[in-house]
């Protein structure tokens, strides 16, 4: 099974129960969608270029959090 097809399933179960989760995997669907039309006429991405993409996004909401800490932001 593909990351995406694992992807896929997993907003399903979220859209029953964990909003959370939900919005995290939406964001991190529109991402790929994103860099899949970015990068022209690719159909799919292969795992190496999913992680790649999951690692920026994650190094990005930290980079995030970190601001509205130091700013006295709730988070």
Known sequence: MSFQDELNNKL??????????LESLRAIKSAILL???????????????????????????KESASIFRSRGAMI
Do not use: C, F, H, Y
Not at 12 to 21: F, I, L, S, W, Y
Not at 45 to 57: R, V
């Open 12 to 21: 399903k179960q979220a859209m029953r129960k964990n909003t959370v989760a």
């Open 35 to 61: 860099l899949q039309t970015q990068s022209g006429a690719k159909e799919t991405l292969d795992d190496g270029e999913i992680t790649k993409l999951l690692q920026n996004l994650v190094k990005q909401r």
